[in-house]
């Protein structure tokens, strides 16, 4: 019997697995382009998954991106915009995009999409939600947290009121992103493909065992709510004048008080933390966000709570 805690969510038909977003992250170009000659390992019964990669001539060049960052155009101005001459290679490219698997907010869209990132920073198998009211997404994390256990599995939700980000993923019902790290740019290792190759496997085991009419019960998970970034010390002319403290680096998701060190300048300086409540820092020193100004990003750890859902055709 189904209890009145229950929501009756759509069943999950078609999902898609990204990789090469961006183009210098090889985890997940180097699963997709596998999974495209051999599908066996991603295959579910009932579903449709299709991988694919989202930025190929980034990925041809293994750099981030061409013109500008394929992650945060997905917004309705650049979907929008016309087909001109001199429009950026990754806007023409998202409008493709949306045009395939969207189009973004209709009842077309996938039903999931999981996109593939590495990280330069130690945030291990990070879970990227964008929603926090998305109760499938939530009971997916709480499935996919567990099933990895004693192994840990952050979840960072990025819904916040100034920070528009406009992913690629945003264009599903569903979106799931997968940040994994650390692992340089343009490198490949073993076990940080390990990581993100389970954590699609059972991210696809959970959308099977939910089309197949399982009742999830309501549950609640620990997450990092994304509240500000944090850029480097700068002078004048905009040039950084410290860099990430030692005893900050590598500490992704390990707690930050008031008067910790932060940066260190290179006269050997410390410069503490100042703040009146424990954060949790995550991105930490992330090569792909020194163009953005960012040396890494506070949050706030508190906790989720999702209804219980069961498939609407079950």
Request: hydrophobic share 35%; with cysteine; glycine share 6%.
């Amino acid at each position: 019997m189904t209890s009145c805690y229950v929501v009756h969510e759509a069943p999950v038909r078609r999902v898609a697995i990204f990789g090469g977003t961006h183009g210098n992250e090889l985890s997940g170009i180097f699963l997709v382009k596998h999974w495209q000659e051999n599908g066996a390992e991603i295959q579910r019964t009932g579903l449709e998954v299709r991988p694919f990669i989202t930025n190929p001539r980034a990925v041809k060049k293994c750099t981030r991106y061409i013109d500008c960052d394929l992650n945060r155009v997905f917004d309705p101005d650049n979907l929008g915009r016309h087909m001109i001459e001199d429009i950026p290679y990754e806007v023409r490219r998202a409008q493709e995009i949306n045009h395939i698997f969207g189009p973004k907010d209709s009842d077309d869209a996938y039903d999931l999409i999981f996109d593939l990132h590495n990280t330069t920073s130690n945030m291990g198998g990070t879970l990227i939600l964008e929603n926090s009211r998305n109760n499938f997404t939530i009971q997916m994390f709480h499935y996919i947290k567990n099933a990895l256990a004693p192994e840990c599995c952050p979840v960072f939700l990025i819904e916040h009121p100034n920070l528009k980000y406009a992913t690629a993923r945003s264009i599903a019902k569903h979106p799931v992103g997968v940040e994994v790290g650390p692992q340089p740019q343009g490198v490949l290792r073993a076990d940080i493909l390990d990581k993100m190759r389970k954590i699609i496997k059972h991210g696809l085991d959970f959308v099977h065992i939910f089309n197949e009419g399982k009742e999830f019960p309501p549950c609640t998970i620990e997450i990092y709510k994304i509240m500000e970034k944090v850029d480097y010390p700068r002078n004048k002319n905009g040039e950084i004048t410290a860099v990430i403290h030692p005893s900050l680096q590598d500490q992704d998701w390990q707690p930050l008080n008031n008067g910790d060190p932060i940066f260190l300048t290179i006269d050997g300086e410390t410069i503490n933390y100042e703040g009146d409540s424990t954060v949790y820092p995550t991105f930490v020193n992330e090569a792909a966000y020194y163009e953005k100004k960012q040396a890494f990003v506070k949050t706030v750890k508190v906790k989720l709570t999702a209804k219980g859902i069961r498939s609407s055709l079950s």
